[in-house]
């Protein structure tokens, strides 16, 4: 059974950063698909994006912005959050599925393990 714990969330002006852990346990960060979905109030769960056999896959709206991570040694996927907007505030979830080839998978019912989620919110 996988866990995941998301920590690094917080309150940052718009222009800002903020870096989001998720640390596994119970598996290997490596073997799994790591995805980062978000969920801002009253909207359905988002895709951020995803890092399987270290490759990365991000949506369109966060493209340029964001950059995902893992860090074998330590069991962690990062995702780090730039040029932050308004429109990215949102509770952001760290999500695992054991790692096949072929497309990103986007959707939230595609993903086995779920972190609690860690609130991210920017400020105008």
């Known amino acids: 059974q996988v866990q995941l714990v998301e920590s690094g969330g917080g309150l940052v002006q718009a222009g800002g950063s903020l870096r989001l852990s998720c640390a596994a346990s119970?598996?290997?960060?490596?073997?799994?698909?790591m995805a980062w979905f978000r969920q801002a109030p009253g909207k359905e769960h988002e895709f951020v994006g995803s890092?399987?056999?270290?490759?990365?896959f991000y949506s369109e709206s966060v493209k340029g912005r964001f950059t995902i991570s893992r860090d074998n040694a330590k069991n962690t996927v990062y995702l780090q959050m730039n040029s932050l907007k308004p429109e990215d505030t949102a509770v952001y979830y760290c999500?695992?599925?054991?790692?096949?080839?072929?497309?990103?998978?986007?959707?939230?019912?595609?993903?086995?393990?779920w972190g609690q989620g860690t609130q991210a919110t920017v400020s105008s």
């Open positions: 119970g598996g290997t960060v490596s073997s799994y698909a």
């Open positions: 890092i399987v056999f270290g490759i990365t």
């Open positions: 999500a695992a599925r054991p790692a096949v080839y072929g497309p990103a998978r986007k959707t939230r019912n595609e993903y086995d393990y």
